[in-house]
């Protein structure tokens, strides 16, 4: 089988901007041929529910891939949440020659579900994580108190799908950028300078 041929990442390395990155049939046949191998390693089956998705649906077509419908195929790449154990884990990640990276291929996967299918609007609100901080910290209190309010939980779930038993972090009143402008201190010395890389979680919450 011609991996290039098949439009995966070793034709592009995760390039958005290539034409393929968003070809369904590109999509599919990467990740059956990524499937092909995990079906017979399995090292990463506790790992998340991706794995167990994916060997369930393997085994109910006989070991064949190839006999995997849309929804199978997809719904293991719908389970990632993206944590990188198995990215980390993984001896077949590039530069093997197998070059296995199920997180980037979930990623492609969802960008093309974003772009080809109508994203729900948790999603959409959910994603621009730095539009949901600004506008919640100037009312972190209000927010903190709804979010811990059951009958504000159950509405949320029933708009936004957003289970009620989820724990929400907590939204902080001042964003770390703004404290951290205020209470940096410099000291003396050549030791240069230091990255800080927070979050948007460290950020807002
Ligand atoms: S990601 Fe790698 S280690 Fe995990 S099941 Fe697939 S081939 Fe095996
Ligand atoms: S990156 Fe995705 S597929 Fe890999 S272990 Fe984490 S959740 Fe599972």
């Not at 936004?160 to 201190?185: C, H, Q, Y």
């Amino acid at each position: 089988m011609n991996e290039l041929a098949l439009g995966g990442v070793k034709d592009f390395e995760f390039n958005i901007k290539d034409p393929k990155f968003l070809d369904e049939q590109a999509l599919w046949e990467e990740a059956k041929r990524v499937y092909s191998k995990c079906k017979d390693c399995r090292m990463c089956v506790t790992y998340c529910p991706s794995f167990p998705a994916l060997f369930d649906a393997v085994d109910r077509h006989e070991d064949d891939v190839e006999k995997l419908s849309k929804e199978e195929l997809a719904l293991p790449l719908e389970l990632c949440f993206h944590c990188k154990q198995c990215y980390f884990k993984c001896p077949y990640t590039p530069p093997h020659e197998w070059r296995i990276d199920f997180p980037h291929l979930s990623l492609r996967y969802k960008v093309w579900k974003f772009k080809n299918k109508s994203a729900k609007m948790t999603d959409r609100i959910m994603l621009n994580t730095d539009l949901v901080g600004k506008l919640s910290v100037p009312l972190a209190p209000v927010v903190n108190k709804l979010n811990s309010t059951p009958t504000f939980r159950v509405v949320v779930e029933k708009v936004m799908g957003i289970d009620r038993r989820a724990k929400l972090p907590p939204i902080n009143p001042e964003t770390f950028v703004s404290w951290f402008k205020k209470n940096r201190k410099l000291v003396e010395g050549k030791n240069g300078k230091v990255a800080l890389f927070y979050t948007c979680l460290l950020n807002y919450n």
